[in-house]
């Protein structure tokens, strides 16, 4: 043939090759495209995908040679691995009807139960047993990250066996350059123009190049001789599915098509993995009725070696056997559980299957518990049998762990340079402990050490130490033994910790560590220095009285001390001891300022500073510039904080001491009326469930003069939950006369932190308590008290007429006063509130009482009778 025939002939080819792809393409999208890298998955629809697999599979291409054509063709990765996935979907709904030849999906496949399931049924996926779990390499089929897929993008390798379906390119370059696209038919053969058929079924890719070479020799005679000036190069196209057969003990047994790349291991993963109980040690390949290869997957899960997971070839049959001999391993090793024994093998190669043992393993011996044809039995085994002893199926062998003790460890703390933990050496004794530790610290206490020793039923004795004496070698040395504890206590372990205390007018009052040749200076410059408001004479030092019975409590010295903490006058050079109290006394020409506040109708509402121990309401309202058009004097009053509660101290918050009250309220108990007496009771108990300290967040100390008339004012009980102490309180003032008179005996002398409030021109009354309708009423001139009661209604059956009160916008309260008869109500102004108060409940009498009373009553009936008679 002329080489314009045979140009001719592969343009005819090429030609033909591009027409097939442009022709799938335009298919699956829908349009004429001129590469197949431009197909978009998303665009699919299922039918086009369905077509797609069909079209692949009457070409005799299976999936995996169908996602390598397309990344050869220039598809993206990423399109194919969508295709993929809208492949495995389209099965999953049963869109594209497939016989139990075809692989299970890797991307979304479900799990095979062993039990009562045909031939290819699948269920869904369920969580591994416990038993399942404890099974050595159980779970590596059965690991969606770990498909086994072979790798599709790699050479051919040159010891494949080629077979019918695949495809062969040959590149003919040098002197002469062609490219022949070949396909081994069913018979086995390629047909090469103007050559003819050649088999090349059966050979290796090696072999086959050779064969081809020698056959192309004909035509390019440039290829022959020892300076050949033509070459050949053979490679493998798209490659060939196989079918196999999965038959034993797997999930799914069948026949399954794979890529001619498959191996044993692909094959496991396509059937499911391999059930309960399986072989994993026994996995045997047949080839035309003949075992040729044998496979241990612990050698792959032990060793890494993956030399007999061969390639599998086209009806192969790969079987799984049930498993012959397992035994169970537990204990302190690295991978406990249920593993698969060989005939040949012993506990020592079982314990490399597990890992191996924990760094806390008892590895001398071990215990196994084995069957008998009768019942079970127990045996020990020692470290040098472990190679020779075979287990047995069922076996469980169970190693211990190490005591939780030490050999040669003993301990040494206390006043020593290293205190540790050192090992015991032979001869060994107290002073070479010390000596280990590097020597005694200088605040070692030398006259006496415990030295702790656990005796042999694992109670423990003391024995004392002179440890001066031994390490001067006055006395002989004491020999340690295993688990002593020395301990040498320090001379500051022996006393109490020595502190000295200041208080007073100093930033940083408190109890500070007392130290040696300490002065009152260096403990002022520990607590901060002074206060502007201190003293720096007659500072005052309280001194512990010891050895002496007079009855003499403290000594008190006293210093004095400028602001730049040199000591001056007497006892210059006094020095510190343990315990001393430094009290800083206040300036007595120092005052701290004091506000008050003024609120309501005044032309300069807000703070101000008491300017004068003396000064009075009348002088506050001047200074705030007096009263305004809108201004009610007859409703204006004066809150004052609480005289139970003295003021903190620079913003100082006290606590108060509930034992103090609890310890009052008994002591007024003694003259009280009965509700009084119901009210401490209370209180009394919501103290003791207390305990102690209640946190006072106004601030104050509550003082000791506890009066018994204002306890109901001190006092506000909360519900059930809490008890809170009132730190303010209404005083009734006349301010009207307080402006007419200033310094008279109605104008106050104001404290620190009072309130005066002038309200605005008040128009209402309310009326509150035992009414029909507790209302709000606009104040009317000449009204008087029943009037406004009949506003709200009248009085209540349980109303307590003559208990009524009135309480004024100002803050004072009047009472309703009786005569023989007769009520006198007071009167009302505006802003006053009207209080009813109800009867106090009362039981009824019970028959029983009534029955003591008609008896008492005839009683007395008799009585008198007789004595008439």
Do not use: C
């Given at each position: 043939?002329?080489?314009?025939?045979?140009?001719?002939?592969?343009a005819?080819?090429?030609?033909?090759?591009?027409f097939?792809?442009?022709?799938?393409?335009?298919?699956?999208?829908?349009?004429?495209?001129s590469?197949?890298?431009?197909?978009?998955?998303?665009?699919l629809?299922?039918a086009?995908?369905?077509?797609?697999?069909k079209?692949a599979e009457s070409?005799g291409?299976?999936?995996?040679q169908l996602?390598?054509?397309?990344r050869?063709r220039?598809?993206?990765?990423?399109?194919?691995a969508?295709?993929?996935?809208?492949i495995?979907?389209?099965?999953?709904?049963?869109?594209?009807?497939?016989d139990?030849?075809?692989?299970?999906p890797?991307?979304?496949?479900?799990w095979?139960?062993?039990?009562?399931?045909?031939d290819?049924?699948?269920?869904?996926?369920?969580?591994l047993?416990e038993?399942?779990?404890?099974?050595?390499?159980?779970?590596?089929?059965?690991?969606?990250?770990?498909t086994f897929?072979?790798?599709?993008?790699?050479?051919?390798?040159?010891?494949?066996?080629l077979g019918?379906?695949?495809?062969?390119?040959?590149?003919?370059?040098?002197?002469?350059?062609?490219?022949?696209?070949?396909?081994?038919?069913?018979?086995?053969?390629?047909?090469?123009?103007?050559?003819?058929?050649?088999?090349?079924?059966?050979?290796?890719?090696?072999?086959?190049?050779?064969?081809?070479?020698?056959?192309?020799?004909?035509?390019?005679?440039?290829?022959?001789?020892s300076?050949?000036?033509?070459f050949?190069?053979?490679?493998?196209?798209?490659?060939?599915?196989?079918q196999i057969?999965?038959?034993g003990?797997?999930?799914a047994?069948g026949?399954?098509t794979?890529?001619?790349?498959?191996?044993?291991?692909n094959?496991?993963?396509?059937?499911?993995?391999?059930?309960?109980?399986g072989?994993?040690?026994?996995?045997?390949?047949?080839r035309?009725?003949?075992m040729?290869?044998e496979?241990?997957?612990?050698?792959?899960?032990?060793?890494?070696n993956?030399?007999s997971?061969?390639?599998?070839e086209?009806n192969d049959?790969?079987l799984?056997?049930?498993?012959?001999k397992r035994?169970?391993?537990?204990g302190p090793?690295?991978?406990p559980g249920l593993?698969?024994?060989?005939?040949?093998?012993n506990?020592d190669?079982?314990?490399r299957?597990?890992g191996?043992?924990?760094?806390s393993?008892?590895?001398g011996?071990?215990?196994?518990?084995?069957?008998t044809?009768?019942?079970?039995?127990?045996?020990?085994i020692?470290?040098?049998?472990?190679?020779?002893?075979?287990?047995?199926?069922?076996?469980?062998?169970?190693?211990?762990?190490?005591?939780?003790?030490y050999?040669?460890?003993?301990?040494?703390?206390?006043?020593?340079?290293?205190?540790?933990?050192?090992?015991?050496?032979?001869?060994?004794?107290?002073?070479?402990?010390?000596?280990?530790?590097?020597?005694?610290r200088?605040?070692a206490?030398m006259?006496?050490?415990?030295?702790?020793?656990?005796r042999?039923?694992?109670?423990?004795?003391i024995?004392?130490?002179?440890?001066?004496?031994?390490?001067?070698g006055?006395?002989?040395?004491?020999?340690?033994?295993?688990?002593?504890?020395l301990?040498?206590p320090?001379i500051?372990?022996?006393r109490?910790?020595f502190y000295v205390?200041?208080?007073?007018?100093?930033?940083?009052?408190?109890?500070?560590?007392f130290?040696e040749?300490?002065?009152?200076?260096?403990?002022?410059?520990?607590a901060?220095?002074f206060?502007?408001?201190?003293?720096s004479?007659?500072?005052?030092?309280?001194r512990?009285?010891?050895d002496?019975?007079?009855g003499?409590?403290?000594?008190?010295?006293h210093?004095?001390?400028?602001?730049?903490?040199?000591i001056?006058?007497?006892?210059?050079?006094?020095?510190?001891?343990?315990?001393?109290h430094?009290?800083v006394r206040r300036?007595?020409?120092?005052?701290?300022?004091?506000?008050v506040?003024v609120?309501?109708?005044?032309?300069?509402?807000?703070?101000?500073?008491?300017?004068?121990?003396?000064?009075?309401?009348?002088?506050l309202?001047?200074?705030?510039?007096?009263?305004?058009?809108?201004?009610?004097?007859?409703?204006?009053?004066?809150?004052?904080?609480?005289?139970?509660f003295?003021?903190?101290?620079d913003?100082?918050i006290?606590?108060?001491?509930?034992?103090?009250?609890?310890?009052?309220?008994?002591?007024?108990?003694?003259?009280?009326?009965?509700?009084?007496?119901?009210?401490?009771s209370?209180?009394d108990?919501?103290?003791t469930?207390?305990?102690?300290?209640?946190?006072?967040?106004?601030?104050?100390?509550?003082?000791d003069?506890?009066?018994?008339?204002?306890?109901?004012?001190?006092?506000?009980?909360e519900?059930?939950?809490?008890?809170?102490?009132?730190?303010?309180?209404m005083i009734?003032?006349?301010?009207s006369?307080?402006?007419?008179n200033?310094?008279?005996?109605?104008?106050?002398?104001?404290?620190e932190?009072d309130?005066?409030?002038?309200?605005k021109?008040?128009?209402?009354?309310?009326?509150?308590g035992e009414?029909?309708?507790?209302?709000?009423s606009r104040?009317?001139?000449?009204?008087?008290?029943?009037?406004?009661?009949?506003?709200?209604?009248g009085?209540t059956?349980?109303?307590?007429?003559k208990?009524?009160?009135?309480?004024?916008?100002?803050?004072?309260?009047?009472?309703?006063?009786?005569?023989?008869?007769?009520?006198f109500?007071?009167?009302?102004?505006?802003?006053?509130?009207?209080?009813v108060?109800?009867?106090?409940?009362?039981?009824?009498?019970?028959?029983?009482?009534?029955?003591?009373?008609a008896?008492?009553?005839?009683?007395?009936?008799?009585?008198?009778?007789?004595?008439?008679?």
């Open positions: 043939m002329t080489s314009n025939s045979r140009e001719s002939s592969h005819i080819k090429l030609f033909l090759a591009l097939i792809m442009l022709i799938t393409v335009s298919f699956v999208q829908g349009q004429s495209l590469d197949i890298q431009n197909v978009k998955v998303d665009n629809s299922d086009q995908i369905e077509q797609l697999i079209r070409s291409m299976s999936e995996q996602e390598a054509m397309a050869e220039g598809m993206p990765a990423t399109e194919v969508k295709l993929r996935v809208r495995n979907q389209i099965r999953n709904k049963g869109g594209i009807q497939s139990s030849t075809k692989p299970l890797s991307q979304n496949r479900q095979i139960q062993e039990d009562d399931l045909g290819g049924e699948i269920e869904e996926e369920k969580p047993s038993e399942e779990k404890k099974i050595f390499g159980y779970q590596l089929f059965r690991n969606s990250k770990l897929s072979p790798n599709m993008n790699i050479p051919t390798p040159m010891n494949y066996i019918s379906g695949d495809q062969l390119l040959v590149d003919i370059y040098g002197a002469s350059q062609f490219t022949y696209d070949l396909y081994i038919n069913s018979e086995g053969m390629v047909f090469i123009p103007n050559v003819g058929p050649i088999n090349l079924a059966g050979l290796t890719v090696e072999a086959a190049a050779s064969r081809l070479k020698n056959a192309l020799g004909n035509i390019y005679s440039g290829i022959r001789g300076s050949p000036n033509t050949m190069q053979l490679r493998v196209g798209n490659i060939r599915s196989i057969s999965m038959v003990e797997v999930f047994p026949n399954y794979l890529s001619s790349f498959a191996s044993v291991f094959a496991l993963y396509a059937a499911g993995g391999i059930k309960q109980n072989s994993f040690r026994n996995i045997r390949v047949y035309n009725s003949k040729v290869a496979m241990d997957i612990y050698d792959f899960l032990v060793n890494g993956q030399s997971n061969i390639r599998l086209d049959v790969v799984i056997p049930p498993v012959e035994v169970e391993i537990s090793v690295r991978r593993f698969e024994m060989k005939s040949d093998e506990l190669d079982l314990i299957f597990a191996g043992f924990a760094s393993a008892y590895p011996l071990a215990t196994v518990f084995r069957t044809e009768k019942e079970f039995k127990v045996e020990n020692d470290r040098q049998n472990f190679g020779s002893f075979a287990p047995k199926e069922g076996d469980k062998f169970i190693f211990g762990e190490l005591l939780d003790r050999e040669n460890r003993v301990q040494v703390s206390g006043a020593l340079m290293r205190p540790g933990t050192f090992a015991l050496e032979p001869g060994m004794g107290v002073k070479d402990l010390v000596n280990r530790a590097e020597g005694l200088d605040d206490f006259n006496r050490a415990a030295l702790y020793r656990t042999s039923d694992f109670s423990q004795e024995v004392s130490v002179n440890i001066g004496a031994i390490l001067t006055e006395e002989d040395d004491i020999i340690l033994q295993r688990e002593d504890v301990n040498i320090s500051y372990d022996l109490e910790e205390i200041i208080s007073g007018e100093v930033n940083k009052p408190g109890a500070f560590a130290g040749n300490m002065k009152v200076a260096d403990l002022v410059l520990r901060g220095g206060k502007e408001s201190a003293t004479a007659q500072i005052e030092i309280a512990r009285v010891k002496d019975v007079s003499k409590l403290a000594e008190i010295y210093i004095d001390i400028d602001r730049n903490l040199k001056t006058g007497d006892n210059v050079d006094m020095v510190l001891t343990p315990f001393d430094v009290i300036s007595p020409g120092f005052q701290r300022e004091r506000l506040r609120e309501g109708e005044v032309f300069f509402p807000g703070e101000y500073t008491i300017a004068h121990a003396n000064e009075r309401i009348s002088d309202l001047n200074r705030s510039g007096g009263l305004n058009q809108f201004a009610y004097p007859k409703g204006a009053t004066l809150i004052r904080r609480n005289e139970y003295a003021s903190p101290s913003n100082q006290k606590s108060i001491n509930l034992t103090e009250v609890k310890q009052n309220l008994q002591r007024i108990k003694r003259d009280t009326t009965e509700a009084e007496k119901i009210l401490l209370r209180i108990q919501k103290i469930e207390r305990g102690g300290d209640l946190s006072n967040q106004q601030g104050g100390l509550l003082i003069d506890f009066r018994r008339e204002t306890i109901e004012n001190l006092v506000n009980e519900g059930e939950e809490e008890i809170s102490i009132k730190t303010q309180e009734g003032i006349n301010l006369e307080i402006m007419g200033p310094g008279g005996s109605n104008d106050l002398i104001i404290q932190g309130v005066l409030s002038i309200p021109q008040l128009q209402t009354v309310r009326m509150r009414v029909l309708f507790p209302t709000t104040y009317r001139e000449n009204a008087g008290f029943k009037s406004y009661i009949s506003r709200a209604g009085f059956d349980r109303s307590r007429k208990r009524s009160y009135v309480v004024y916008a100002n803050g004072d309260v009047r009472k309703t006063t009786n005569f023989v008869f007769f009520k109500y007071p009167s009302i102004e505006p802003g006053s509130e009207i209080i108060p109800a009867k106090p409940d009362r039981e009824p009498m019970s028959i029983q009482g009534w029955l003591a009373i008896t008492s009553l005839a009683t007395l009936g008799l009585l008198v009778n007789n004595i008439v008679q």
